[in-house]
């Protein structure tokens, strides 16, 4: 088998401008101009179309009256994680879709860009644009640092409850720091991000912990007055194809955690022809970063056609640009050594290469609470079967885009603080 | 292809675009510049008595709009600050050169007789083909009595115009000021003082805005500012209704008019045209653009002229002055109603914003399987016009006419009109 830990031929300073700010920021005439475009539509689809709410035609019309932070309250009074949603959220498939621009000329506002500008320029001013209710005295435990659960403890904290944020990993963040492709989020942001929102004061980590490891729900229930389990999926699903366990197949979603914690890009091993398996985000992120690497050949394999493809049209062209190679209705039959290589034997066809990265989505792996199934089951107000335990984000039902564990975390905020005034 | 030149007050040019009196103009630089793009003449800068006026820095405010620059602009600037011996010399030289362009020159002197004959008797000797009086300047100038304040007192624009008919053979523009409450009162004026034309309008006292930082009016001169003249785009209409305004006053019918304020296009000067003018003065489109402007002006004015067959300028001159009329001649039962092109429609609802907040309530705001569709209200429209304004959509939102069966009737006949001869009490 030959060491799929080959040093990339790029150069360090091309791999590092490869991982820069994949969508720069609009200048400050970029925004007026872009601002400007915005009709300012009664009953806005944008803001239908928004998972979070966000009221967009009037943070804009903030931006172009210079009144940025007024956008920028605006933003981050229905979406704290304003800024990450800005870069990640699949904005072609919500509010610019709906944006009546697109329906006039086929060209939308940009508005992520300009939530960007507003998130952007809260987060550079000094302080924290949002103050405390009076202290209630209640605390609450949020197992879970990614957006939903920092969603949720921001809005206890708003609420004047304390907060005790535990996660499993040693940063916060969640999907934000480990899971989305590093020039999505670059400089940093995601830690920043967290910063930003904690600075609202009443939140307090706790890394390392593991719901069902060392962290037990009942004792948390014992010790807080309320519980928002925001635990992710933390599984991925398994090809379950002969082969399948050979060395250098690995999953998409490890492969990306360790290139976004690597401090420098170029030290990543990526050997010369990378297969990704799957057609979400996750795989479009990892093939495409194996590219941006310095793979010679990066194919995805999908085992179903464009229209089907989980990853919007944008991704999908954000990863043909750079150098991905989409192979439609290709379904892995089973994986074999080909001499020191793999090969990927499909029904139309067998790919080669040194690395496999799986990406054929996510599942569930909580524990610790016999309630568990499949993922965690809540009603409308985010109440699991047991009284005082919460859950939102993904690791209960519903769509799996930041945006939405976002609202969960937000609304959930609220349920619980109903709960707690009884 | 249809012929643009032009024979104003007996000034020849070979068309109809000439520069006003303005920064552009003060200099043989910038005229021949202009001259090389095409301008068909320009009014040179006022010239005034040596020794010359003292500028100061900064000197424009200009008004953005929407992202737009310079919707309107706005200047402290006075006449221009070069000897007059320069001037003269220079408006020789380019004379000379230039012998098919119009050359206007500017003039701003003491309201004394001997102080206009002076100036005159050297114009003259320059071969310029005509004066502009300068009644207009509303700042610095008119402070020590010239600019608008000659022009705001009938009887000194009436006076000054004798005198420079007397003492100068070269024909007489006399330029108003448009800070009046009747600009014709001032037409009338130059007209009985001999002039042989009027142009119009000078730009308007304003403050552009205010710096919030310096709590100044802008342009600040060392942390102060004043008001100054305003002209751009944004004071088109304000000029549109003092030229028709003047086209249409049975006095001074037959007195050419140079139509100016806000003329950035061949359309604005289609406008001014059609409403009267003989011609058009152009500075602020050209301040923002360059003098290549002049391109297009001359370019998409003969090709609209041909689209409708206007073989010159004076086949279409006035053409929309018959239909410039006093409220009480409008036929109050002509109706009119919005009409929504639904396949035009982008779902915006500003119409129904707009009608709902701010009028007649006469669009409906439906959704049909979560779709949204604007529909008028027939019997609340009352064909105001607004929600087609706002529509972003060309074409979306039309006003159809609707048959009333009404015969035509005014206000002058209305019977809630106390002097109308069908008033009905109470």
């Known amino acids: ?422 | 292809m249809a012929d643009l030149s032009t024979s104003f007050a007996g000034i020849k040019s070979p068309n109809p675009f000439w520069l006003a009196s303005a920064p552009p103009t003060d200099k043989a630089y910038n005229v021949e510049r202009a001259f090389r793009a095409g301008w068909g003449g320009v009014v040179w800068k006022t010239l005034g008595d040596d020794p010359p006026v003292v500028n100061v820095s900064s000197r424009y405010g200009a008004v953005a709009y929407g992202g737009t620059r310079i919707a309107g602009f706005n200047n402290i600037e006075l006449i221009t600050d070069r000897p007059l011996a320069v001037n003269l010399r220079e408006i020789t030289e380019v004379k000379r050169k230039w012998p098919d362009r119009a050359m206007v020159v500017s003039l701003m002197v003491p309201c004394d007789e001997a102080s206009w004959r002076h100036i005159l008797g050297l114009v003259e000797g320059t071969g310029a083909d005509g004066v502009e009086l300068n009644f207009g300047c509303p700042h610095g100038m008119s402070e020590r009595g010239m600019g608008a304040a000659v022009g705001q007192v009938p009887d000194y624009v009436e006076m000054v115009t004798r005198w420079c008919k007397q003492h100068s053979r070269l024909p007489v523009i006399v330029k108003l000021t448009p800070n009046v409450t009747d600009i014709v009162k001032a037409a009338a004026a130059a007209k009985s003082g001999g002039a042989d034309a009027v142009s119009l309008i000078n730009t308007i006292t304003s403050i552009t805005s205010v710096d919030l930082d310096l709590m100044a009016p802008a342009p600040t001169v060392d942390g102060k500012g004043t008001h100054g003249g305003y002209c751009g785009p944004a004071v088109k209409p304000i000029a549109l209704r003092m030229v028709a305004e003047i086209a249409r006053d049975e006095f001074m019918r037959g007195t050419p008019i140079s139509g100016i304020g806000g003329i950035a296009t061949w359309r604005d000067a289609a406008e001014f045209i059609a409403l009267g003018a003989g011609n058009v003065q152009v500075c602020t489109a050209a301040m923002h653009h360059g003098f290549r402007i002049v391109d297009d002006m001359i370019g998409g004015l003969a090709n609209w002229m041909d689209g409708k067959g206007y073989a010159s300028i004076r086949d279409f001159q006035g053409a929309a002055i018959p239909n410039f009329v006093h409220w009480d001649d409008l036929n109050l039962n002509y109706k009119s109603i919005a009409r929504i092109d639904p396949s035009l429609c982008i779902q915006c609802g500003k119409c129904y914003a707009a009608c709902e907040d701010t009028s007649h309530q006469a669009i409906a705001a439906l959704r049909e399987n979560g779709a949204r569709r604007y529909e008028v209200i027939e019997a609340e429209c009352v064909g105001c016009n607004l929600c087609a304004h706002v529509c972003p959509v060309d074409g979306c939102i039309t006003m159809a006419g609707v048959a009333t069966g009404l015969p035509h009737a005014t206000w002058k006949d209305h019977p809630n009109n106390p002097s109308s001869p069908h008033f009905k009490h109470g």
């Not at chain 1, 508005?111 to 507003?118: C, E, F, K, N």
């Not at chain 1, 103050?131 to 659960?149: D, E, L, N």
């Not at chain 1, 928002?228 to 998409?252: S, V």
């Not at chain 1, 909580?366 to 005082?388: E, H, K, Q, S």
């Open chain 1, 1 to 422: 088998m030959a060491d799929a830990a080959v040093h990339s031929t790029l150069s360090r300073d091309q791999i590092a401008a490869n991982f820069a700010d994949a969508h720069p920021p609009l200048n400050a005439a970029q925004a007026v101009v872009a601002a400007n475009r915005c009709y300012f539509c009664h009953d806005a689809p944008c803001i239908e179309a928004c998972p979070t709410g966000i009221d967009i035609p009037g943070f804009i019309r903030g931006i172009s009256t210079g009144n940025l932070q007024g956008a920028a309250y605006k933003i981050l009074d229905a979406n704290i994680f304003g800024g990450s949603c800005a870069r990640v959220c699949p904005t072609e498939i919500l509010c610019e879709r709906a944006c009546v621009r697109t329906a006039e000329c086929g060209e939308p506002v940009n508005i992520g860009a300009l939530q960007r500008v507003a998130t952007d320029w809260q987060m550079a001013q000094p302080g924290h644009p949002f103050g405390r209710s009076p202290a209630t005295g209640k605390t609450i435990a949020v197992i879970g640092a990614g957006p939903a659960g920092l969603s949720c403890a921001h809005g206890l904290a708003r609420l004047g409850h304390d907060v005790m944020v535990y996660d499993a990993k040693p940063k916060p963040g969640g999907l934000n720091e480990y899971g989305i492709a590093a020039y999505k989020m670059a400089d940093d942001f995601a830690a920043r991000e967290v910063a930003f929102l904690a600075a609202i004061g009443g939140i307090t980590f706790a890394y390392e912990q593991r719901l069902g490891d060392n962290l037990q729900l009942a004792d948390l229930r014992a010790r807080f007055d309320a519980v928002f389990i925001a635990i992710g999926l933390g599984g991925t699903n398994r090809l379950g194809i002969p082969g399948e366990d050979l060395p250098n197949i690995r999953d998409a979603v490890d492969f990306i955690a360790a290139l976004r914690q690597a401090p420098d890009k170029s030290l990543v091993p990526i050997p010369a022809r990378v297969i990704v398996i799957g057609g979400g985000n996750t795989a479009i992120d990892a093939a495409t970063q194996a590219k941006l690497l310095g793979a010679d050949t990066v194919t995805m394999l999908y085992r179903r056609g464009p229209e089907q493809m989980p990853a919007t049209a944008d991704e999908q062209d954000w990863a043909r640009t750079r150098g991905v190679n989409i192979r439609f209705w290709a379904r892995p039959l089973r994986i074999e050594r080909a001499g020191d290589a793999l090969a990927v034997i499909c029904e139309n066809g067998t790919f080669t290469a040194d690395l496999v990265l799986k990406a054929v989505g996510q599942r569930f792996a909580g524990a610790g609470a016999d309630f568990i199934g499949r993922r965690i089951a809540v009603d409308g107000a985010y109440a699991t079967a047991v009284p005082g335990v919460f859950a939102g984000g993904d690791c209960t039902d519903g769509t799996d885009l930041t945006v939405h564990a976002v609202q969960d975390g937000k609304l959930a905020a609220r349920a619980i603080d109903a709960f707690l005034k009884g």
